[in-house]
């Protein structure tokens, strides 16, 4: 079949896709991701978090927040010498694709110049390379360009109707404007959201709808679950129903069906049984390793034994996303 790729979603055609019946919505998923991807691949990331704790936002679900009293202690920028300990390990265990994330509102020049340093470095050893930073200048989206930066994570986190009940210091647009500095600088995008932050499935809806009618879809877009921490002020909320996280799987790949769709924060609460449904409906990237900047994930051998039994093999190579973009998404 022929699969389009569209930037003009409205809120009801995504909402019907939500509301279908969850083995239509299965099945349309699925042979558009079967369409477009190898179904039994899986592209897996490992993220290091080079600098935590004492960020100035107050996302309501971030342990790392000055505002929220999680107990984090505050940590100076990682040395060179232990990211590349860490970017060494995660190649071996499979990983193409290594991380940094430091709890920033913006860097600072001189901080960017550290992470510049580490980027050169993780490209040396032959991995693509992706950092998560805040929000960025536009003359800051240039630099990493030219140190040759693979992906910038910046996540829109969820609805712009919702947003201003989990976040007041900084604005939806902030986000967008930083989404648009890396997109004018040629860096892939990689960018998501948070489910079950008590949002309603119309708010799923329009954080996908923003994230695909960007003028380019992102090339990852991960998906996480709320991982619940003591000291945030989402700490007990009710949780997501499971099917509700993998119908939201599902939809991201139909209407973004040439892009990347990550299972990000929140597996270590995924039994295998969900994750073999949420790789079926359209998720086919992953982060690996035991730990995602200050949270839990599963060990790397659980992982192993349940690509295993799923008969999944990790993507190998480099810039396996871009070899799947169509002319118009890699233009």
Known sequence: ???EVRNNWNTEEIEALFDLPFNDLMFKSHS???????????????LLSIKTGACPEDCSYCSQSSKNDTGLERERLLPISEVVEAATEAKNNGATRFCMGAAWRNPTDKSLDHVIEMIKTVKD??????VTLGMLKEQQAQKLKEVG??????????????????????????????????RNAGINVCSGGILGMGETRRDRARLLQELANLPQHPES?????????????????????PFEFIRTIAVARIIMPKSYVRLSAGRT???DEMQAWCFFAGANSMFYGDRLLTTDNPEESHDQKLFTRLDINPEKGLNAEQENMPEKQLA
């Open 269 to 271: 609460e995924m039994n």
């Open 125 to 130: 050893m032959g991995m693509e390379t992706c």
């Open 32 to 46: 558009i991701h079967r369409e477009c991807f190898n179904p039994n691949e899986v592209q897996i990331s490992t």
């Open 149 to 182: 930066l693979d992906y910038y994570n910046h996540n829109l986190d969820t609805s712009p109707e919702f947003y201003g009940t989990v976040i007041s210091t900084r604005t939806y647009q902030d986000r967008l404007d930083t989404l648009e500095h890396v």
């Open 221 to 241: 877009v991960p998906i996480n679950d709320l991982v619940q921490v003591k000291g945030t002020p989402l700490d007990g909320i009710d949780k997501l129903d």
């Open 1 to 3: 079949m022929m699969v």
